[in-house]
């Protein structure tokens, strides 16, 4: 089956900088791969999503960028804002289902 | 529209009872999921439901766990004979499934807290 690698765990970063998590899949049937943002007490709320016929994808600051060869993905946020801080979920699949990451600790500080 | 609602939003049971754990996904998606995640674990796979297929239990961690859906609407999780290691938030999530292109994005729900003493 898929196996998904996250890192870096936890990423503490200043506001107004950048963070990047990185992801690593396993099986090369895979075609997608969401990114996903949860809160404290909340569900995981979908931020971007990627498919295997693009290699990169921007939405205001968040963007994701694809490698399949290499198979790894992830997840960049530029000009970081308190309200970024929050556990952030890769994941990947096919048509049905999703094997997600263990998550990253992003903490904004003012 | 409205999102995915699960309930109830809190648990507390004790060792050895039964709980059922509800989820109403978004109208119109026909896959529904269920997830377990531990404190400060990631999403588990629990189970898959497509439309009236029959569903994809591979992540039921044994065989105090089952769910039911009725058609492409609510489902029920339940756990059957509860033990203190089934503490966690159950999470729903629904996708278009079919009735949209593949691969399709999940929308989670806000989760249910099961805590067993």
């Known amino acids: 089956g898929e196996n998904v690698e996250q890192h870096p765990s936890t990423l503490s970063v200043q506001e107004g900088d950048s963070a990047v998590i990185k992801c690593t899949y396993s099986?090369?049937?895979?075609?997608?791969f969401p990114w996903y943002k949860q809160e404290l007490g909340k569900g995981p709320q979908l931020i971007i999503d990627?498919?295997?016929?693009?290699g990169e994808k921007k939405d205001q600051r968040i963007a994701v960028t694809l490698n399949k060869t290499a198979k790894h993905f992830s997840l960049h946020i530029t000009e970081t804002q308190p309200e970024d801080s929050a556990v952030y979920f890769c994941a990947a699949g096919g048509y049905s289902t999703l094997t997600f990451g263990k998550g990253t600790m992003l903490l904004v500080s003012p | 529209g409205a999102g995915v609602s699960q309930s109830p939003s809190n648990k507390v049971t004790e060792k050895g009872k039964d709980v059922e754990l509800r989820c109403d996904p978004i109208s119109g998606h026909t896959a529904l999921y269920w997830y377990r995640q531990r404190l400060g674990q990631g999403l588990e796979f629990l189970i898959y439901f497509q439309g009236n297929s029959a569903p994809d239990k591979s992540g039921l961690p044994s065989d105090r766990f089952s769910a039911e859906r009725t058609g492409e609407s609510v489902s029920t999780l339940t756990i059957q004979r509860t033990q203190q290691e089934d503490s966690a938030v159950y999470l729903c999530?629904?996708?278009?499934?079919?009735?949209?292109?593949?691969?399709?994005?999940?929308?989670f729900g806000p989760g249910t807290r099961l805590t067993v003493t």
């Open positions: 999530a629904s996708s278009p499934g079919l009735a949209g292109p593949p691969p399709s994005a999940q929308y």
């Open positions: 990627i498919r295997s016929n693009v």
């Open positions: 099986d090369s049937a895979s075609n997608y």
